[in-house]
Each structure stands twice: as C-alpha cells, then as structure tokens.
C-alpha cells in the first residue's frame, strides 16, 4: 500500500513560449521608461567653478591660536599627559594651513545616484538632505550625511547654474535649514 504523502505531485501547466514572448513584449525596458542603470554615470549637470579664498586673518588670530596652544602646552606639563603636546601643536598649525589656502577650482556633477566633487563620488544614498547658502557671488549648497561626524559635501554653484542645481538635487533629497551641524559650527566660529 502506498503512502499518499510520498507519491509525486502532478506539475501545473506552464505557459507555452509563445505566450511568455508576448507577455515580455508589453513590458516596457528601462529604456523605455528613461530609467538610468545603476552603472550610468553620464552626469545630469556637470560644470568648473572657484571656490572664493578665504579672507586673510588679522594678526590677532595667529596670536590667539599661539596663546590657546602655549596654554594646553602647559596644561598637559601640569598634568603629565605628554599625548597633548604634540597635538597643541600640529592642530593649530594644521588649522592655519587649511585657512589659509587660496582658491581652488573644482569640478561638479550630479549624476542619476550621486555627486561627483573633483572625480571622488559620493552616494545620494550617504546623505539626509541639503541646504543652502547664499551670497552675492555665490551659491554653496551643503549635503548633510547621515553619519553624525561625517563631513559635509560642499558644492559652489555659480549663480547661473543654481537654479538647475536645486532643481536636481530638491528631486534627491529633502531640503533643510541649517540646524546646528556640528562641524559647521566649528569651522565657522574658527572662520575656516
């Protein structure tokens, strides 16, 4: 006597390969539907600008940072903790250095899933939104990261391209205000 459950089960009818060749044919392809490959990078919007110099520092800047790092030098004497001194040294030379460098220029592109800053990419996926600043010469748009210390992606926009910029990357991500990103208000109290 056989055992019902062992017995082998019929398979259902399948279609035959006329009938899938006219399914597939009413699909449209990602062509069709103007969907970019994950693969494409043909830039959406690619354009060169400078990024504005920073303004030269006053005397009494340079003076204040040798203060602050001659006082964490005697601080770490006090306290024995000789990591810090050579930290309260090459720190503020480091950041005399970055504020002091002149202008640069840069290439940009907005592509189907990311930024590209000077040929480096950057994800859309790697960001929570964008804002934007303004000045007469000027517009910077910041892509905020996801990450909590991550670096914020800077874009310099010519005023011309601003407009298409917005419109490109507003389709991406949300935008936002300026809410007290930690790293920007670092560097924007040392006025880097």
Known sequence: ???????????????????????????PSDEE??????????????WETQEPASPPRPHSWYIIMG???AAII?????TQVWV???????IPIALTMYGNKGPGEHTYSLEPFGVRVDNKP?????????????????????????????????????NDVAPEVMEILSSVLPETQPQGYFGESVFKRLKL
């Open 1 to 27: 006597m056989e055992n019902p459950e062992l017995t082998p089960t019929t398979q259902p009818d399948l279609p035959d390969e006329e009938a899938l060749e006219d399914i597939d044919a009413d699909i």
């Open 33 to 46: 539907l103007d969907i970019p490959a994950e693969d494409d990078d043909t830039p959406l919007l690619q």
């Open 67 to 69: 203060l602050i790092a």
């Open 74 to 78: 005697i601080v770490a004497i006090i």
């Open 84 to 90: 810090i001194i050579p930290l309260a040294v090459l």
């Open 122 to 158: 950057h994800s859309y996926d790697n960001f929570k939104a964008f804002f934007v600043v303004e000045s007469k010469e000027q517009v910077v748009f910041e892509l905020i990261p996801l990450q909590r210390l991550g670096a914020l992606v800077t874009l310099h926009v010519d």
